[in-house]
C-alpha cells in the first residue's frame, strides 16, 4: 500500500520561501511510472491544485502561482519536493502530496497533509 | 482559484437521496473525466468513485455518478450520518493543461 508523508517547517515567515518534502513508501519500485501532485487548502476554504512533477523532470504549474513555484523530484529517495517563494498570510493553508493516477487522472492517494502557518 | 461550480451545500434526511452538481466547460468537464472526492472532517481528501461507477475498496454502493457535456454530478443515495463530508469534483483542464477543482460541496444530514 503506497503511503505519502508531507514533512517540513510548520511555521514560515512572510517574504520568505516555504519548503515541503513528500515522502513515497510501499510503492514497489512503480515511484518513475507516476506523475506527483501537491495541492493545498487553505484554513476553512477549498482545494487549490498547485502542479505536478514526473520523474524525467516534466512539471506544470497553476498559472496563478506560476511565478513563485517549483516543485522538484529525487527518484532515488522516493521523494519531491515543494518550494513557494515570498509567501503571504494567504498562503497559510494545509499542503498535501497526492499520486496522479492515470495522468492525468485521480489524485489516489493522499498525504495526510501537514497545516504550514505563514507568521508576520 | 476554483474553476468548477458546486452548490456551497447540500443535505437530506436519513434514507433520501442527495444530489451535487459539478458544472465547467469545455476545456475541463466538456472534454475530460470528472473524479469525485471526499474529505472527512478533519482528514485529508479520499478518491471517492471512478467514472464508469465502480468505487474503491470501503465505498459503498449508494454512491454513483454522471457526466454529460460540460456537468457532472455525484448522487448519494440511502443518505447515511456517515456520508457528512464535504465533496469536491476534479478535472484536467487542457486550457490550463492543469488540474481544476470544484469550490466544494457540504453535505449534512439532517
Known amino acids: 500500500q503506497v503511503l505519502l508523508v508531507e514533512s517540513g517547517p510548520r511555521l514560515v515567515k512572510s517574504s520568505e520561501t516555504l519548503s515541503l518534502t513528500c515522502t513515497v513508501s510501499?510503492?514497489?519500485?512503480?515511484?518513475?511510472?507516476?506523475?506527483w501532485t501537491w495541492i493545498r487548502q487553505p484554513p476553512g476554504k477549498g482545494l487549490e491544485w498547485i502542479g505536478f512533477i514526473f520523474h524525467n523532470g516534466r512539471v506544470n504549474y497553476n498559472p496563478s502561482l506560476k511565478s513563485r513555484v517549483i516543485i522538484s523530484i529525487d527518484t532515488s529517495r522516493n521523494r519531491f519536493s515543494l518550494n513557494l517563494s515570498s509567501v503571504t498570510a494567504a498562503d497559510t493553508a494545509v499542503y498535501y502530496c497526492?499520486?496522479?493516477?492515470?495522468?492525468?487522472?485521480?489524485?489516489?492517494?493522499w498525504g495526510q497533509g501537514t497545516l504550514v502557518t505563514v507568521s508576520a | 482559484q476554483s474553476v468548477l461550480a458546486q452548490p456551497p451545500s447540500a443535505s437530506g434526511t436519513p434514507g433520501q437521496r442527495v444530489t451535487i452538481s459539478c458544472s465547467g466547460s469545455?476545456?475541463?468537464?466538456?472534454?475530460?473525466?470528472v473524479n469525485w472526492y471526499r474529505q472527512l472532517p478533519g482528514t485529508a481528501p479520499t478518491f471517492l468513485i471512478y467514472?464508469?461507477?465502480q468505487r474503491p475498496s470501503g465505498v459503498p454502493d449508494r454512491f454513483s455518478v454522471s457526466q454529460s457535456g460540460t456537468s457532472a454530478s455525484l448522487a448519494i443515495s440511502g443518505l447515511q450520518s456517515e456520508d457528512e463530508a464535504d465533496y469536491y469534483c476534479a478535472a484536467w483542464d487542457d486550457s490550463l493543461q492543469g488540474h481544476v477543482f470544484g469550490t466544494g460541496t457540504k453535505v449534512t444530514v439532517l
Open positions: 469545455s476545456s475541463n468537464i466538456g472534454s475530460n473525466t
Open positions: 497526492a499520486r496522479v493516477v492515470a495522468f492525468p487522472g485521480r489524485f489516489d492517494p
Open positions: 467514472s464508469d461507477n
Open positions: 510501499g510503492d514497489g519500485g512503480s515511484f518513475r511510472n507516476y506523475y
